[in-house]
């Protein structure tokens, strides 16, 4: 009985191809899609962008800060260890003027000047804060 030739493996190698480019894109659009969440949002007369777990986001804020007027970090325990999934609200004289949810430890605020009541609930215990414009280094610790 003459052997059959070897059929060529093309429908492996198209798999094998498609699996590798999926590969490819899923790591190259990981930073991309980090960014997506630093999307600076507004609510209002309130504008805000939350991040800050990773370096790169850390960076980012920093080099944004000139475009805000406060900010505020969210950490829990002695060490200082970054929050995300904080729900935050902010007021004025009695008056809700943004909520959301921060992203990330680090919230930047652009708001109209004056003084803020800062009320942020993490894992249902809640912290509040007074920060005016102009004051960057705002803490809240759980």
Request: proline share 6%; net charge positive.
């Amino acid at each position: 009985m003459p052997l059959q030739p070897l059929r060529p493996l093309r429908p492996f190698r198209l798999a094998l191809a498609g699996g590798i480019a999926i590969a490819a894109f899923s790591w190259l659009a990981a930073p991309a899609l980090a960014a997506d969440d630093m999307v600076i949002r507004t609510m209002g007369p309130v504008s805000y962008v939350c991040g800050g777990i990773a370096a790169d986001e850390q960076q980012q804020l920093a080099a944004q800060q000139k475009n805000f007027n406060m900010g505020v970090l969210f950490i829990q325990g002695e060490r200082g260890e970054y929050l995300a999934d904080v729900a935050v609200r902010m007021t004025r004289e009695g008056h809700e003027v943004a909520s959301f949810t921060a992203s990330g430890p680090k919230c930047l605020i652009k708001a109209p000047q004056g003084s803020y009541n800062i009320e942020a609930t993490y894992k249902g215990q809640a912290k509040s804060i007074t920060v005016s414009t102009g004051t960057y280094n705002a803490q809240l610790r759980w």
